[in-house]
T-cell receptor, first 111, second 113 residues
Framework: GQQLNQSPQSMFIQEGEDVSMNCTSS?????WLWYKQDPGEGPVLLIA?????ELTSNGRLTAQFGITRKDSFLNISASIPSDVGIYFC???????????FGKGTSLLVTP | DGGITQSPKYLFRKEGQNVTLSCEQN?????MYWYRQDPGQGLRLIYY???????QKGDIAEGYSVSREKKESFPLTVTSAQKNPTAFYLC????????????FGQGTRLTVV
């Protein structure tokens, strides 16, 4: 599968701060998704993006599908301790059968 | 409730033994997937199946085998040919090709002892 480059690898922030992470690729994707994984659990879908330039929110989370179709970002506003976990970007190409995943961003939030 | 169930949650295997991980879904999804997760490596695709009785190799299929005899079930066998089987294994399903919202099970942590 195509490699997705996700950054940063980890973040350590204080409660109340905003967070931004992104995902880039050398290839075009038709769909971008963002998942969150709690320790020892499976990933849970947060946001799905289907059109270039699309900006979608889910509560305190906002994600955008890059205009070039080669990138996406996720913002979390006013972080809280339960935001702790690993966030993954995932993409699907037009000819693809399965999602390609980034390596994840590990988020730690201190009270 | 509808969902994906993986079992067992934890599995220990002796070197040289085959072991089968279970994945069952009651979402009526056509497509099912197996991913392997290692620390810092993200999720890597092992096998996927778009329909019953059909499955395809993913990026890291060597040392693994699957079957898809029923729509609801997609078991993964980790064979003795897998050189480094200790990992967290995740099963997922989606409605079908073109539907990108994959739903994941809770995972099975396999440890070779």
């Amino acid at each position: 599968g195509q490699q997705l480059n996700q950054s940063p690898q980890s973040m350590f922030i204080q409660e109340g701060e905003d967070v931004s992470m992104n995902c880039t690729s050398s290839s075009i994707f038709n769909t971008w998704l963002w998942y969150k994984q709690d320790p020892g659990e499976g990933p849970v879908l947060l946001i799905a993006l289907y059109k270039a330039g699309e900006l979608t929110s889910n509560g305190r989370l906002t994600a955008q599908f890059g205009i070039t179709r080669k990138d996406s970002f996720l913002n979390i506003s006013a972080s809280i301790p339960s935001d702790v976990g690993i966030y993954f970007c995932a993409g699907l190409q037009w000819s693809g059968y399965a999602l390609n995943f980034g390596k994840g961003t590990s988020l730690l939030v201190t009270p | 409730d509808g969902g994906i169930t993986q079992s067992p949650k934890y599995l220990f295997r002796k070197e040289g033994q085959n072991v089968t991980l279970s994945c069952e879904q009651n979402l009526n999804h056509d497509a099912m997937y197996w991913y392997r997760q290692d620390p810092g490596q993200g999720l890597r695709l092992i096998y996927y199946s778009q329909i019953v009785n059909d499955f395809q190799k993913g990026d890291i299929a060597e040392g693994y085998s699957v079957s898809r005899e029923k729509k609801e079930s997609f078991p993964l066998t980790v064979t003795s040919a897998q050189k480094n089987p200790t990992a967290f294994y995740l099963c997922a399903s989606s409605i079908g090709r073109g539907d990108t919202e994959a739903f994941f099970g809770q995972g099975t942590r396999l440890t070779v002892v």
